[in-house]
């Protein structure tokens, strides 16, 4: 899994962390960042798709070990950024951490 932190200006930093879709490690093998997560020092937002029951259980140790917020999209299985509610979604993260 890999860790990016994006920050535009003096606006909120946010995190993403992903695998790798091909030739990534099957969902038993995750190592997720979480004491990076947790020495961030900002807020978090761990969003899902609903598609699978291991990679759910994953971001959901994700949010419960970092105190990371959590959030489910259905319907657009691993395109979570083109649920509908998606950008709503991620603009009250943001607005809420300003």
């Known amino acids: 899994m890999r860790l990016h932190v994006h920050q535009r200006g003096?606006?909120?930093?946010?995190v993403l962390v992903h695998g790798s879709v091909l030739g990534g490690r099957p969902p038993d093998e995750a190592e997720p960042?979480?004491?990076?997560?947790?020495?961030?020092g900002f807020p978090v937002l761990v969003v899902s798709g609903a598609h699978s029951e291991a990679n759910e259980i994953i971001c959901d140790t994700i949010a419960r070990e970092t105190g990371a917020r959590?959030?489910?999209?259905?319907?657009?299985?691993?395109?979570?950024?083109?649920?509908?509610e998606f950008k709503a979604l991620l603009q009250s993260f943001l607005t809420s951490t300003a």
Do not use: I, N, W
Not at 70 to 84: F, I, K, Q, T
């Open 70 to 84: 959590r959030a489910v999209c259905r319907g657009r299985d691993h395109l979570v950024p083109e649920a509908s």
């Open 33 to 40: 960042p979480q004491a990076a997560l947790r020495a961030a």
């Open 10 to 14: 003096s606006g909120p930093r946010v």
